[in-house]
């Protein structure tokens, strides 16, 4: 058969009836794979019987054939199998046997994963064959690589020998030279399980060999992948160069671990890791660490922090369900939190308290009960000691809710009780040794309420009654018990006033919001009460609004006095958006605060600080808080914030504040994350998945700055580059751990697309530290076969 083109079905008119049926069933899945779980392929779908059965159309320039002989293709030769595409100069293919030999610049495609090379022999029914010379490309992850022969073992299993592989897009010319490469003896690719392994296998970037080993497996998708993880290099001024090479174990759909070891030169090897499990009743998360004798502090480190939450029972019938809740918190000695600031096991940069508690939860109907035990390490310095809070062990409570009950001829009632009863201990240390001090206190608080609302106003009546009875060791240290009933009576109250309203020709909604709360709670005299959990609550608009001045149980102010504020807001009315709230309140007390914390004085100032605050969000890009405590006897600001964010588009995000408090302390707070090109023009648009594309400087980074010491208390600050098939990322920080200590550290990382995505050590600093932080690789649907359809 001569011509232009000659095209010819083989095997089509011996095709039955039921299998061609079975053929268009399983093509049809194709459009449902989306539905099936991730690394589903139409080859798992179709059986083998249906796939020998299917026809083969071979088409050319040139066909010669024979019934059930052998068929020879020349000139733009092409053989279609189903699935499988084969191009080549000359084609033979044994109708018989389904083996097929191109040769002369040939490809192959299965499945949208791409093969080109000289020569290659290939069954067509078992998909057995080789390829010599090949470079080939992989759908998912746009993989690229070269052998020097790739045996096809089966329909899900290829092994490239003396082999190549990037995800590093492959440029012009003969020779390719991609920025990162695993460079084996042998790589073996799994369709099934979408993963690689390479025997003899060296990971170079720019030509520089940076990890070898053995034997090692890597993904060729998303799909979550035992294997290494991103390398990171730190210089610390405690601890030395520090390198760590974290490594994943995906143990099965719903539990993993990752190591994280690491060898720090000043001080020896970091041995952490996390583990992670997920059941239909609980979740679980332990994090832990070990340094065998460390350098610098002679002694073994260790933390560990475990997290787990889980239902006992769905139900228990009328008994109802009960819920457990661990979260336990440990290192080994004081100094772990100034030594190991980035831990990965425990955050505690900013905290030297680690809190552990143990709670067992039940609710049913209005019943609710739990029991627990809550415990904290204090991690004391000796430049600057902190007394440590109470430890509670054990708590134990019970409560009785209803909302919405029929009372006095009217419905909406809110009626509470809490109870609990807790041993409170803790061990201070004194001159004369560890003193050791707590108590016992039991508890009630009745609570009755009701809201009447209506469009334009509400009105919120609440009566309480707080009763508490303490048993603890007294100055004399004979054993004391005291007991305390304090009731307290509240009245909250609003209006709203909504008029249409029109600023710089665009239409709002504007609310006047007048507000005025009046609490009375009688003196109780309390000095002689021990103080295991009240403190000052934050002067704000919310404290302001309640009837308590302390938090906790042992203190109860008694506040005889009335709240006033008022706020406006404008709304836009086609979204409902806010976008500008004003408020101002103040207090004015009735009679004289006796009651005080320890050491506390009674205050006598009928007018409290004005607080005023405002938000701005005239612009969906740009953002405005602020707010002001105002002395009106001093006629000067208490505190003050001013903030405000730009983000003007993905991966660009400016953030400053500016804080002060009279007499304490002033900062400014400074944080962005800006693409270096977008300084010169616009930004480049946004590529799914890959950020703003590749070939990107970025700037990142967080600083906050005491304007009284004229320096930089805190500092995160570092460029990320995404160069497409990696990233790269380096990191300066500076911590301030005392008045004259600081921990300073450049940290170093790279990420290999495709090939190691998670991200560690930098990147969870960025992430944890940087106001809305994005992260310049994002998940998208996997790709169809037919993206890379020949």
């Keep these: 058969m001569h011509g232009v083109l000659a095209l010819l079905a083989l095997g089509a008119g011996c095709l039955p009836a039921q299998v061609l049926a079975q053929a268009d069933a399983a093509t049809a899945t194709e459009s449902s794979t989306l539905r099936l779980k991730q690394g589903t392929r139409l080859r798992e779908v179709l059986p083998e019987?249906?796939?020998?059965?299917?026809?083969?159309?071979?088409?050319?320039?040139?066909?010669?054939?024979?019934?059930?002989?052998?068929?020879?293709?020349?000139?733009s030769a092409e053989l279609r199998r189903h699935d499988t595409v084969i191009k080549a100069d000359r084609l033979?293919?044994?109708?018989?046997?389904?083996?097929?030999?191109?040769?002369?610049?040939?490809?192959?495609?299965r499945q949208g994963d791409r093969f080109t090379g000289p020569d290659v022999q290939l069954n067509v029914n078992t998909d057995k064959g080789y390829f010599t010379e090949p470079e080939f490309t992989l759908l998912r992850n746009e993989g690229q690589g070269d052998a020097s022969r790739i045996d096809f073992v089966s329909k899900d299993t290829t092994i490239a020998h003396n082999a190549r592989y990037s995800t590093c897009p492959r440029t012009p010319g003969e020779r390719w030279m991609p920025d990162w490469l695993v460079r084996a003896t042998r790589i073996e690719l799994d369709n099934v399980e979408e993963v690689g392994y390479a025997s003899g296998g060296v990971l170079e970037f720019k030509g520089v060999p940076i990890m070898a080993a053995p034997y090692f497996s890597f993904p060729t998708s998303?799909?979550?992948?035992?294997?290494?993880?991103?390398?990171?290099?730190?210089?610390?001024?405690q601890s030395g160069v520090?390198?760590?090479?974290?490594?994943?174990?995906?143990?099965?759909?719903?539990?993993d671990v990752t190591l994280y070891p690491s060898v720090m030169s000043k001080r020896g090897v970091d041995l952490a890791g996390e583990a992670r499990y997920l059941a239909p009743t609980f979740s679980s998360r332990l994090r832990a660490a070990y340094m065998p004798s460390d350098k610098?502090?002679?002694?073994?480190?260790?933390?560990?922090?475990?997290?787990?939450?889980?239902?006992l029972g769905e139900s228990l019938g009328a008994w109802g369900p009960i819920g457990l809740r661990l979260n336990l918190n440990r290192v080994s000695d004081d100094n772990y939190w100034s030594d190991f600031p980035r831990s990965s096991t425990i955050q505690l940069t900013t905290s030297r308290l680690l809190h552990s508690d143990a709670v067992l939860g039940w609710g049913?109907?209005?019943?609710?009960?739990?029991?627990g035990a809550y415990k904290w390490q204090t991690l004391q310095n000796a430049g600057s000691p902190i007394t440590p809070p109470y430890d509670r062990l054990p708590a134990v409570g019970v409560n009785y809710s209803r909302i919405n009950q029929s009372l006095l001829g009217s419905d909406g009632w809110d009626f509470t009780v809490q109870t609990n009863f807790t041993r409170f201990q803790r061990s201070v240390a004194a001159a004369s040794g560890t003193v050791k001090a707590g108590g016992d206190r039991a508890l009630a608080i009745t609570d009755l309420?009701?809201?009447?609302?209506?469009?334009?106003?509400?009105?919120?009546?609440?009566?309480?009654?707080?009763?508490?009875?303490?048993?603890f060791d007294g100055a004399t240290g004979a054993s004391t018990t005291l007991s305390r009933a304090v009731p307290t009576a509240s009245l909250d109250s609003g209006l709203v006033f909504e008029k249409p309203s029109s600023f710089w020709g665009r239409e709002y909604v504007q609310t006047l919001e007048p507000r005025a709360f009046f609490t009375w709670t009688p003196f109780r005299d309390q000095s002689g009460l021990p103080n295991f959990d009240s403190a000052n609550r934050d002067f704000s608009l919310a404290s302001m609004y309640t009837e308590n001045v302390f938090s906790g149980n042992d203190r109860i102010s008694d506040t005889r006095a009335v709240t006033l504020g008022v706020s406006s807001r404008l709304i836009n009315p086609d979204t409902g958006a806010e976008v500008v709230r004003l408020g101002v309140a103040q207090r004015y007390l009735l009679e004289d605060q006796n009651v005080t914390l320890p050491g506390g004085k009674p205050v006598t100032e009928r007018l409290s600080n004005i607080l005023l605050s405002g938000r701005v969000q005239w612009d969906p890009l740009w953002s405005f808080d602020s707010t002001l405590q105002y002395n009106p006897k001093s006629r000067e600001s208490v505190r003050t914030t001013v903030g405000g964010r730009y983000t003007p588009g993905p991966y660009r995000v400016l953030s400053a504040a500016y804080r002060i408090q009279r007499g304490v302390s002033e900062q400014i707070d400074l944080g962005w994350q800006w693409p270096l090109s977008a300084l010169w023009g616009d930004a480049p648009a946004r590529v799914p998945g890959r950020a703003l594309g590749p070939g990107q400087w970025y700037s990142v980074g967080r600083m906050n700055y005491s304007m009284p010491d004229r320096k930089i208390v805190d500092l995160i600050a570092g460029f990320e580059y995404d160069a497409g098939c990696w990233l790269g990322r380096v990191v300066l920080t500076r911590l301030q751990q005392t008045t004259t200590k600081a921990n300073q550290s450049i940290l170093f990382q790279l990420e290999f697309s495709g090939f190691s995505k998670v991200g560690a050590s930098s990147l969870q600093t960025l992430q944890a530290n940087v106001p809305k932080y994005q992260y310049l690789r994002e998940e998208i649907s996997p790709p169809s076969r037919f993206e890379n359809y020949d």
Excluded: C
């Design 49 to 75: 019987a249906v796939r020998s059965e299917l026809p083969t159309f071979v088409s050319g320039d040139q066909i010669e054939s024979q019934t059930d002989a052998v068929t020879v293709i020349e000139g």
């Design 92 to 109: 033979e293919y044994d109708q018989r046997s389904g083996d097929a030999r191109g040769t002369g610049h040939v490809l192959i495609n």
């Design 222 to 237: 998303d799909k979550r992948k035992t294997g290494v993880l991103p390398p990171s290099i730190n210089f610390d001024s």
């Design 242 to 255: 520090e390198l760590m090479v974290p490594y994943y174990l995906n143990l099965a759909p719903n539990y």
């Design 296 to 311: 610098l502090r002679d002694r073994d480190r260790w933390a560990y922090a475990l997290a787990h939450n889980q239902r």
């Design 364 to 371: 049913h109907g209005p019943w609710s009960a739990s029991v």
């Design 449 to 471: 309420t009701h809201r009447w609302e209506a469009p334009g106003w509400f009105v919120q009546p609440r009566a309480r009654l707080h009763t508490t009875q303490y048993q």
